[in-house]
T-cell receptor, first 114, second 111 residues
Framework: AQKVTQAQTEISVVEKEDVTLDCVYE???????LFWYKQPPSGELVFLIR??????QNEISGRYSWNFQKSTSSFNFTITASQVVDSAVYFC???????????FGSGTKLNVKP | DVKVTQSSRYLVKRTGEKVFLECVQD?????MFWYRQDPGLGLRLIYF???????EKGDIPEGYSVSREKKERFSLILESASTNQTSMYLC??????????FGPGTRLTVT
């Protein structure tokens, strides 16, 4: 079974639209970490956020916000007023275990059209 | 700034060749990882290492081996390259319970 599921393979929006990328995870650990990364066309993964399992507070950083809900095992990512530069593949990841093993979702490709 | 470097951005090898992919990090991280990335499959973990000379298999270790003789260096070895190993290979490092820092990736083509 997939540890991290990103059901949306590809999303297309028009600039200035809001868009939410879904992430559902599965773990039996009580201590774990969740991450979002961005992979622009250049290929290098860019870290966006880390959230630990004991902190369910939502976070906002500029146009980006994250909604962590343990009850539904979800860690969704919203981009407000999207821009063309937001076009990328976005990965959600789960970190668990003593040696910090990571599991990545299959990624969501976001296309923002002008 | 943490820097993770990989020996090559692009590599073309022939079937049956032995291939070495090198990864070096400069921040004294305990953990190092090798992933391969294929369209629609995301990042899949090949091997990881949590200390010098220690290694653990990831989800797809078949056809690969690794070496970690020094803390800063983690090598991925394809003993006999095959066409189904054509992929993007990403190296990463991390401190325990911290996020991963990724290298720029090596796009390997096996012909």
């Amino acid at each position: 079974a997939q540890k991290v599921t990103q059901a949306q393979t590809e999303i297309s929006v028009v600039e200035k639209e809001d868009v939410t990328l879904d992430c559902v995870y599965e773990t039996r650990d009580t201590t774990y970490y969740l991450f979002w990364y961005k992979q622009p066309p250049s290929g290098e993964l860019v870290f966006l956020i880390r959230r630990n399992s004991f902190d369910e507070q939502n976070e906002i950083s500029g146009r980006y916000s994250w909604n962590f809900q343990k009850s539904t095992s979800s860690f969704n990512f919203t981009i407000t007023a999207s821009q063309v530069v937001d076009s990328a593949v976005y990965f959600c990841a789960l970190g668990e275990g003593n040696f910090n093993k990571f599991y990545f979702g299959s990624g969501t490709k976001l296309n923002v059209k002008p | 700034d943490v820097k993770v470097t990989q020996s090559s951005r692009y590599l073309v090898k022939r079937t049956g060749e032995k291939v070495f992919l090198e990864c070096v990090q400069d921040m004294d991280h305990e953990n190092m990882f090798w992933y391969r990335q294929d369209p629609g499959l995301g990042l899949r973990l090949i091997y990881f290492s949590y200390d010098v000379k220690m290694k653990e298999k990831g989800d797809i270790p078949e056809g690969y081996s690794v070496s970690r003789e020094k803390k800063e260096r983690f090598s991925l070895i394809l003993e006999s390259a095959s066409t189904n190993q054509t992929s993007m290979y990403l190296c990463a490092s991390s401190l325990r319970w911290d996020r991963e820092y990724f290298g720029p990736g090596t796009r390997l083509t096996v012909t």
